[in-house]
Each structure stands twice: as C-alpha cells, then as structure tokens.
C-alpha cells in the first residue's frame, strides 16, 4: 500500500524554468492538497481539490498553478520558477473535506531548490 | 482568519515527560490534531480531539479546552525515538474547512 506518493524527490531549477510536480493517492480519497514547509513556517497549504474536478486557492497560491487530473492524481505546476519557491513541497490527501475527516496522509516530499 | 501558536523548541531528557502547548485562534474547528515529523520525513499523524478532554493512545496524550483555545500533546516515557518536530492543526471552518498547521515545535530528547 503506496499512500501518497510524490515525485520527483529533489529538484534544482533554474530561474524561470518551469516544473510539474506529481503526486497519486491510492487510498480513493475525495480530497488533495499542496503544502509548501519553509523553516519556522510550518506548512502552508498552496492549493487544494475538495474532490475530483475542483481546485481552490489556499494560503499561498501565487506562482503556482494546480490539475486534479483524476480521483487519484494532482499536480502542481511552477510556471516561472523563483528563488522565493524554494522549498519542500508535500502532497496530502483526505477522505473528504467533512466533520468526520480528521487525517491527512502526507508524501515524502519534494525539496526543490532554485537558483 | 486563523492563527495557531506553538513554542519553538523543547528540550528533555530520556524517560521523562514533557508537554507541547498550542493556543489557536480561530471563529471556527471541527476539532485539533497533532503530528510528528522526523528530519527529512512527512508529517504523519499522532491523534486528534473533537471534544473537550483528553484523549490517550500509548505514550501519547493529547487535550483539547474550546473555552480556553488551548490543547496539548503529552509525551511520557520520552524515548530517544521520539526527537522530531511536532505541529498542531485544524479543521479551519472559515478556511474552507482545510488543514490549517502550527509552526512546528522541535523537540530534542537527550540521553
């Protein structure tokens, strides 16, 4: 059993090189998300899909573009990578964005650095 | 809007207890959650409290006071294991009803 599963592991770009991070569910949750973890920022959530075929802007969204490709798969997309992105990015999912849905299942991660 | 304060470090030594407050503010919650989160791992999950009280699972304890805004996570019988960093979190009804985190609390257990 994968759970969240993210890739690529680790990332370096240039400035204003684009990237598509993905990342696949296999538990048939409703919802995914997209954090980013900067030190002493905790995580940060960039954008979320509530379910499949609808996304929605979170905390921190700018530079950043989403697909919810299916049930089981949502990317994110830097379009003009910028210094101020790097980060390490964590895909999530949950059963449903309802009361009863207390657990997000977290990937491994992507640490991305531009320069 | 949402606002979750932790301490950003504490420090213990093996075998004792220690507790990691985290005070919210927040108009609206369906209920707060803690999760653990070695160097260079993911957050994984550790509990969650819907209701006012205590919750215990193992070594873990963790409480939730709505009237004060305030909730806890209670570690006893600190092993070495469990040197991480750890983050409250939310079920922000005024944020979509998304997963809102604290900043993260590292603790450090010393032998």
């Known amino acids: 059993n994968a759970g969240v599963t993210q890739t690529p592991k680790f990332q370096v770009l240039k400035t204003g090189q684009s990237m598509t991070l993905q990342c696949a569910q296999d538990m048939n949750h409703n919802s995914m998300y997209w954090y980013r973890q900067d030190p002493g920022m905790g995580l940060r959530l960039i954008y979320y899909s509530a379910s499949e075929g609808t996304t929605d802007k979170g905390e921190v969204p700018n530079g950043y573009n989403v697909s919810r490709l299916n049930k089981r798969e949502f990317s994110l997309r830097l379009e003009s990578a910028a210094p101020s992105q790097t980060s390490v990015y964590f895909c999530a999912s949950s059963e449903a964005l309802t009361r009863v849905d207390t657990e997000a299942f977290f990937g491994q991660g992507t640490r991305l650095t531009v320069v | 809007g949402q606002s979750l304060e932790q301490p950003s470090e504490v420090t213990a030594v093996e075998g004792a207890i220690v507790q990691i407050n985290c005070t919210y503010q927040?108009?609206?919650?369906?209920?707060l959650s803690w999760y653990q989160q070695h160097d260079g791992g993911a957050p994984t999950f550790l509990s969650y409290n819907a209701l006012d009280g205590l919750e215990e699972t193992g070594r873990f304890s963790s409480f939730l006071s709505r009237s004060d805004s305030y909730g806890y996570l209670l570690l006893q019988e600190l092993q070495m294991k469990d040197s991480a960093s750890y983050f409250c979190?939310?079920?922000?009804?005024?944020?979509?009803?998304?997963?809102?985190f604290g900043p993260g609390t590292r603790l450090s257990v010393l032998p």
């Open positions: 927040t108009s609206g919650f369906y209920g």
């Open positions: 979190a939310v079920r922000d009804l005024n944020y979509g009803q998304n997963f809102v």
